[in-house]
């Protein structure tokens, strides 16, 4: 139910998708992947892949959310939502959790 809410925010443009793909080899594979289960457009760049991708399968975002390789914004207050980075290379599921609890609010 929460990714539901999160594009229905998403389409009345509460909140937006944005890709912080960088290039970082490390994440290959998972680009890799997502252009496998989500059939990559001609001139479609990996970012707006990451952002397409997001929105059309839970298991999807919830990937790219944990790589760290999208970034969820609040259109009305300018809030920033991303996996935290306590050292290591990627987030965690309870990242997603803590995602989902704080778009209910809005």
Known sequence: MSFQTFKKLVSEGVLQVGSIWTGDPRKNEIIKFIGEKHKVGFFE?????CIRASLEDEDTFNELY????IVIKNTK???EYRANNNG???????????FYEKIKAI
């Open 45 to 49: 760049s990996v970012n707006k892949l």
């Open 66 to 69: 944990i790589q760290r390789l």
């Open 88 to 98: 290591v290379d990627m987030g965690t599921y309870s990242d997603i959790d803590n």
């Open 77 to 79: 207050s300018n809030e």
